[in-house]
């Protein structure tokens, strides 16, 4: 057995173990490889870093409990769950994570304190509300999202 560091077109990252190499490629490709955050079956091998000491919490699944798993997901589900991962995927091409500090950077943003970019990172539910209240552009994403791995 061998094991792959694999993610998703959400940008989810995972480990599968496969008999070989040529198992994961022929699992791969008939769709049987999908991520068990979101059941996407876009998968592919993530880039190896052999050098970079694994971080601990890598594999603790992202901070939401809301997870659904399991042989009974309805395919149109699982294909409408995959289409809003690349949605996500590609909303959050070019943006810029900010972590807590996202309701005062995108408030900045929103008055012209700022320069006007796409970001991305956490609030509150109250912190949203508000936001949305004086007219700020902001959207609750489906997926969790993990900081990237600079932002320490
Ligand atoms: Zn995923």
């Known amino acids: 057995m061998i094991v792959f560091d694999l993610s998703c077109a959400g940008g989810h990252q995972f480990e599968g173990?496969?008999?070989?190499?040529?198992?994961?490629?022929?699992?791969?490709?008939?769709?049987?490889?999908?991520?068990?955050?979101?059941?996407?079956?876009?998968?592919?091998?993530?880039?190896?870093?052999p050098a970079v000491p694994r971080k601990g919490n890598q594999l603790e699944p992202a901070k939401s409990s809301q997870v659904v798993a399991g042989?009974?997901?309805?395919?149109?589900?699982?294909?409408?769950?995959?289409?809003l991962a690349e949605l996500q995927a590609e909303t959050l091409k070019g943006s810029r994570f900010v972590g807590s500090s996202f309701a005062e950077q995108s408030r900045a943003i929103h008055y012209g304190e700022q320069p006007a970019e796409v970001i991305h990172g956490q609030a509150t539910l109250e912190e949203a509300r508000d936001l949305l209240e004086e007219g700020v552009a902001v959207l609750p994403l489906?997926?969790?999202?993990?900081?990237?791995?600079?932002?320490n």
């Open 17 to 49: 173990w496969f008999a070989s190499s040529g198992d994961f490629e022929g699992q791969q490709s008939r769709g049987l490889v999908v991520c068990p955050q979101c059941g996407s079956a876009q998968v592919v091998k993530a880039p190896m870093a």
């Open 71 to 83: 042989g009974a997901i309805p395919p149109e589900a699982q294909a409408v769950f995959a289409k």
């Open 142 to 151: 489906p997926f969790p999202v993990s900081p990237p791995e600079d932002l």
